[in-house]
């Protein structure tokens, strides 16, 4: 599969150009970044070529992998998938309910294949975990903590725009979130949402098997207390989701191997760009309810 790059940034540099340029299964093309120099350096790293327009890309690969924010992922996602091209996404896959409709929508028209890279699901013990979990049922309840310390420490992610307006809810609440819904069912109800210090939020999420969850979400924690965790309990007893010992760039190497099992085979991969819809109606709903809290949606 012919797969080219859209993004430099620190994702793109240190997840997904070596895992597609490592990939036996990949050509990779060439990229494309909203800055050229950025875009001709990492080219250059990777022995591939910098393009200086998305639609010559598009014109030259069967998939593009995107590493750019949420906004501007949708918007060039539409635009790939209506070209024919599969699609490798990241998390959020976009920040409004009617972005991500029109990315899910666009795939569903051209029949093309989508994967969004939620991490924890394409690591292997972590996946595991959850298969097993999901096939056991009888859960009684869901807590899941998503701990970064993005803000307060040296993280590259730091000063990324969206990630300071949009804040945890946005960018780890899509890893709990991809945790929970396999396990616990579909979310059918924000019943409350409340904001703690910083960016941190708490949910509590009614799911459609009758189970509760919560969840408390930061990228404001003291580095000494970061950190991610989900505990179920339920019939089977009390059980935690393993760590996750593959790095971003195996992981998103599974992801690869998803996309092109789902281009070859037709079948849609259960992270697939619904899903990431789904997961985006959800923390629209969580965000509704922060802004009028007592009101449950």
Known sequence: MRIGLLGTGPWAQGAHAPALSGHDGLDFVGLWGRRPDAAKELAERHGTRAYDEVDALLADVDAVAIALPPAVQAELAVRAALAGRHLLLD?????TVEQGRAVADAVQEAGV???????????????????????????????????????????????????????ALWDVGPHALSVLLPVLGDVRRVAAAARGLKDTVHLVLEHTGGATSTLTLTLSAPPAAAGAGVELRGEAGVTHLPDGTDGAVTALARAADALLDAAGTGRPHPCDAAFGLRVTEILASAEAVLEAPGTGV
């Open 113 to 167: 294949a989508s994967v969004v890279f939620f991490t924890t699901r394409f690591q292997s013990a972590p996946a595991a975990w959850i298969d097993q979990q999901a096939s056991v049922g009888g859960w009684f309840t869901g807590r899941a903590q998503w701990l970064g310390s993005v803000f307060t420490s040296d993280s590259p992610f730091a000063a990324s725009p969206w990630r300071q307006q949009k804040g």
């Open 91 to 95: 998390k959020p896959l976009a920040t």
